[in-house]
């Protein structure tokens, strides 16, 4: 993802269907008939449902298991082994797993193999909720003090590892108590692929599922989980996820504040360029979970060699998990 400028985000939202350099195979969400949601704007919602505890320890597992594997960037050795590590988990929790490949053209000339990893829980009901989060980590440090180092991949475990620990935790507790509705889990590759200052570059993998969704695949709401792992967790209401989803923004924070989770603050933040762009622009009305000021409002563990998981804590993958989980389980038919 990356902190973007207003002047900026109409260009980002017009390339988002301009997938030219792109091509894969299409494993594209589709309903058995078109969708029973609510219309655009509302949602249902039960609160305090009963639902299983979310485990931190298990959630920093998960987020330990991927950082092991190193950097994740694409074609690299660890995202191959976090690919098929991560799919592994899912298809242990999951109705229905596929893989969505494609390819994209890098900076290089080489051909980047990109994979969006699709789980779906309940896969035949038409009510349906959708989280996601990307897994792929940046090929290069910019923001690295050790300018001899800006060139090297890195391990990822907030920019990366977080937002996947959290789901693969969700994903454990749904396949324990099945949710009301359906829900996919979708986990996106190629995000923070580009170049600072190339927007075309980034959000491959949203873009990709985007285009490629079938029309009648509209869940009641997208919630992304970005850079959730913070030590010091600080989650305001990111601007753009406040203009496209508001009533979306309003049950999640309210959730927060009935489950006494304070690290969700009633205030707004920045306006990122997310993964959550591509999927409003096609319908899905999407929030962003993300606190960009790691560890403080000076960044300075954003795209470095300091993103690690001693700069992250179980406690933060909880009380995010736990949010997100009460509100899957409010969801009803």
């Not at 592994?88 to 893989?99: E, N, P, Q």
């Not at 003090?145 to 990366?160: F, L, Q």
């Given at each position: 993802?990356?902190?973007?400028?207003?002047?900026?985000?109409?260009?980002?939202?017009?390339?988002?269907?301009?997938?030219?350099?792109?091509?894969?195979?299409?494993?594209?969400?589709?309903?058995?008939?078109?969708?029973?949601?609510?219309?655009?704007?509302?949602?249902?919602?039960?609160?305090?449902?009963?639902?299983?505890?979310?485990?931190?320890?298990?959630?920093?597992?998960?987020?330990?298991?991927?950082?092991?594997?190193?950097?994740?960037?694409?074609?690299?050795?660890?995202?191959?082994?976090c690919l098929a590590y991560i799919a592994g988990a899912l298809r242990a929790s999951a109705d229905d797993v596929r893989l969505q490949e494609f390819t994209h053209t890098g900076y290089?000339?080489?051909?980047?193999?990109?994979?969006?990893?699709?789980?779906?829980?309940?896969?035949?009901?038409?009510?349906?909720?959708?989280?996601?989060?990307?897994?792929?980590?940046?090929?290069?440090?910019?923001?690295?003090?050790?300018?001899?180092?800006?060139?090297?991949?890195?391990?990822?475990?907030?920019?990366?590892?977080?937002?996947?620990?959290?789901?693969?935790?969700?994903?454990?507790?749904?396949?324990?108590?099945?949710?009301?509705?359906?829900?996919?889990?979708?986990?996106?590759?190629?995000?923070?692929?580009?170049?600072?200052?190339?927007?075309?570059?980034?959000?491959?993998?949203?873009?990709?599922?985007?285009?490629?969704?079938?029309?009648?695949?509209?869940?009641?709401?997208?919630?992304?989980?970005?850079?959730?792992?913070?030590?010091?967790?600080?989650?305001?209401?990111?601007?753009?996820?406040?203009?496209?989803?508001?009533?979306?923004?309003?049950?999640?924070?309210?959730?927060?504040?009935?489950?006494?989770?304070?690290?969700?603050?009633?205030?707004?933040?920045?306006?990122?360029?997310d993964d959550h762009l591509p999927l409003n622009e096609a319908g899905i009305q999407t929030i962003d979970i993300i606190d960009f000021n790691y560890p403080d409002n000076t960044n300075?563990?954003?795209?470095?060699?300091?993103?690690?998981?001693?700069?992250?804590?179980?406690?933060?993958?909880?009380?995010?998990?736990?949010?997100?989980?009460?509100?899957?389980?409010?969801?009803?038919?």
């Amino acid at each position: 993802m990356a902190k973007t400028p207003a002047l900026v985000i109409a260009v980002v939202l017009a390339a988002l269907a301009a997938c030219s350099r792109n091509s894969g195979q299409t494993a594209a969400l589709q309903t058995s008939s078109p969708s029973t949601s609510p219309p655009k704007g509302e949602t249902t919602f039960m609160p305090s449902p009963r639902y299983p505890a979310f485990e931190s320890g298990r959630a920093w597992a998960y987020l330990t298991a991927q950082t092991a594997f190193g950097p994740r960037n694409p074609n690299s050795a660890g995202h191959a082994a976090c690919l098929a590590y991560i799919a592994g988990a899912l298809r242990a929790s999951a109705d229905d797993v596929r893989l969505q490949e494609f390819t994209h053209t890098g900076y290089e000339g080489q051909t980047l193999r990109l994979t969006n990893v699709i789980a779906r829980f309940r896969p035949n009901d038409p009510a349906r909720v959708l989280l996601c989060a990307h897994w792929d980590t940046r090929p290069r440090a910019e923001q690295d003090e050790n300018k001899a180092r800006r060139n090297e991949p890195i391990v990822g475990a907030n920019d990366g590892a977080s937002g996947v620990a959290v789901l693969l935790e969700v994903a454990d507790l749904l396949k324990k108590v099945p949710p009301a509705v359906g829900v996919d889990i979708v986990l996106f590759d190629g995000e923070d692929y580009g170049k600072e200052g190339d927007h075309a570059s980034y959000l491959l993998g949203s873009r990709y599922f985007a285009a490629q969704k079938d029309p009648s695949y509209l869940p009641r709401f997208g919630i992304l989980l970005d850079m959730v792992g913070d030590a010091y967790l600080d989650l305001p209401k990111e601007q753009y996820s406040v203009r496209y989803a508001p009533e979306v923004v309003d049950m999640v924070w309210k959730t927060a504040a009935s489950l006494g989770v304070q690290q969700f603050h009633d205030e707004q933040g920045e306006e990122i360029m997310d993964d959550h762009l591509p999927l409003n622009e096609a319908g899905i009305q999407t929030i962003d979970i993300i606190d960009f000021n790691y560890p403080d409002n000076t960044n300075r563990y954003w795209h470095t060699h300091k993103d690690t998981p001693d700069h992250c804590s179980a406690a933060s993958l909880e009380a995010v998990g736990s949010v997100i989980a009460s509100v899957v389980y409010a969801q009803v038919p």
